[in-house]
C-alpha cells in the first residue's frame, strides 16, 4: 500500500499535509500521535471515507477508485474497525459477520454461516452469535466488528482507534484479538493510544502532529529514543504516569 | 331517538365511509412507495436526484390537496382525457387514489427522511467499509432501521390522509363528506346528530390506527 503527497483541507485547517507511506504487505503499522494530528483522517482516507485533496492513494499498486462498483470492490478488500464499533444495530451477531460475504462476495448463505461461526470462534464470541449487537458488551461488539472485517477476507485491515470507546477492563481483550491477528500476517495499519499494543505487535510506528508524519521508526527506537521534540514531549506526557 | 335511527335506514352510511376506508388504503401503499423512492433520491449521493426529490416535495407539500384532486377530474380527465377505469366512478375513485397518493407521498418522504436521521452515519460507513454501494446499502441497512424510526411519523401521515380522503369530494367521489352533506341537504332537522355520525365514524377509525403505530414504533425501535 503506498499513499503519495496526500493532502487534505477542512476549511482552513490543513488536516493532512503531504502524506507519503509505503505499507509492505504482512507489514504492521501503528500511527501514534495527539489528539487533532490527523491520524484518524488518514486511516479514513484509506478506504475514502473521506475524500482527500489532492495526491493519490495505492492498494496492490491500483489507484484508490473515486466511486461507484470499483471504489465498493475496493472498500471489500479493505477491512475497516470503528472506534465505535458501528455493528448493524437490526441484525444479529451472526449477520452482521454474514452479510458481507453473501451480499457483496455472492457467498451462499450456509457457507458464509460457517466462516462467520469460525471466525466468531477465533474472537470468542461465537456463543453470542444470534444475540443483537445492543445485548454485547462493548469489547465483544468490537470482536465481533473485527470478525465482520475478517469475513470479506480483507488484504489489509485499519484500525480507527478500536479500543478508545471501551471501558478499561475490556481493551484487552480486543488488543488480544489484533495481536493475534498481526502474528497470522496480516497488513495492518491501527492508530491507537495504546502504547502496549504498539510495542508488543508494531513493525513500525509513526508519530503525526499537526497533519504531518513527524517521525516513523521501529517501537524499539521510537519509545527508547524519540529524535524529534514533539514526539518526546507528547512520549513524556503519556509515560509519565 | 328513531329519527336518528332512521338516518342509518334511510341513508348508506357505512357504504360512504367504506369508500373512504378503499380511497385510504390504496393511497397509502401508493404514497408509501413513492415516498421511500423520493427519500431514497433525496439521501443518494447524485446531486440531480437529490434536487428532483427536493423540488418534488416542496412543490406538492405546498400546493392545497383540494386543487390536486381537482385537477385529477378537470384537468386530467376533462382536458387531457387521462381514463384509469372504464365504469365512471371507478374512474373518479382511482383519480382520487392518484391524487391523494402523490399529495401524501412528498409528506411520507419527509417521515422517512426524519426516520433516516435516527440511524448513526456510523452505520452508513460500517456498510460501505464492508463493499456494499449506496443501494444495497440503503435496501439493507438504513432503510430498515429508518422505518423503525419513523414509524410514529408515518403513522401521523396515515391518520392526516385518513382524514384528506374526505377531499375526494372535490374529485367527483361519493364518500362520507358527499353523502354527509347530502343528508344534511334532506333532514337539515337532524343537522347535529349527522355531524356527531360523521365526526365518530372517523374517530373509529383513525384512533385504532394511532394506537397501532404507538405500539409498533416501541415495539420495534431498534436497540442501541
Sequence with gaps: ?241 | MDNFLSLFETYDVAGAFWVNIQLTFWAAIWSFILGTILALMRISPIASLQWFGAAYVNIFRNTPLTVIIAFGVLGLWGQLNVVLAEDFQVNFLRLAILGLSIYHAAFVCEAIRSGVNTVPLGQAEAARAIGLSFLPAARLIILPQALRGAVAPLGNVLIALTKNSTVAFAGSVIESSNLMKEMIEFRGDLVIPIFFIFAMGFVIIVVPIGLLTTWLSRKLAVAR
Excluded: W
Excluded at chain 1, 106 to 115: D, N, V
Excluded at chain 1, 171 to 190: F, P, Q, S
Excluded at chain 1, 202 to 226: K, L, S, Y
Design chain 1, 1 to 241: 500500500m503506498l499513499l503519495k503527497n496526500v493532502n487534505k483541507h477542512y476549511g482552513e485547517l490543513h488536516v493532512l499535509q503531504n502524506i507519503n507511506l509505503e505499507v509492505a504487505r504482512g507489514e504492521v503499522v501503528v500511527v501514534i500521535g495527539p489528539s487533532g494530528s490527523g491520524k484518524s483522517t488518514l486511516c479514513r482516507a484509506i478506504n475514502r471515507l473521506e475524500t482527500i485533496d489532492d495526491g493519490e492513494i495505492r492498494i496492490d499498486g491500483v489507484k484508490l477508485p473515486a466511486e461507484g462498483k470499483a471504489l465498493a470492490k475496493l472498500r471489500a478488500d479493505v477491512g475497516m474497525v470503528f472506534q465505535s464499533f458501528n455493528l448493524f444495530a437490526h441484525k444479529s451477531i451472526l449477520e452482521n459477520v454474514t452479510l458481507g460475504p453473501i451480499k457483496v462476495k455472492g457467498m451462499k448463505s450456509a457457507e458464509a454461516k460457517e466462516l462467520a461461526m469460525s471466525l466468531l470462534k477465533r474472537v470468542g464470541v461465537d456463543n453470542q452469535a444470534q444475540k443483537l449487537p445492543a445485548q454485547l458488551s462493548g469489547g465483544q461488539q468490537q470482536r465481533v466488528a473485527i470478525a465482520r472485517a475478517l469475513a470479506m477476507q480483507p488484504k489489509v485491515m485499519l484500525f480507527d482507534e478500536p479500543t478508545s470507546a471501551l471501558d478499561p477492563e475490556m481493551i484487552n481483550e480486543v488488543l488480544d484479538a489484533m495481536v493475534t491477528l498481526a502474528k497470522e500476517g496480516m497488513t495492518m495499519i491501527v492508530v491507537t493510544h495504546e502504547m502496549g499494543f504498539a510495542r508488543k505487535a508494531a513493525d513500525r510506528v509513526i508519530f503525526m502532529d499537526g497533519g504531518q508524519i513527524v517521525e516513523e521508526a521501529t517501537p524499539e527506537e521510537f519509545f527508547t529514543n524519540p529524535q524529534s521534540n514533539r514526539a518526546k514531549d507528547f512520549l513524556g506526557k503519556i509515560l509519565a504516569h
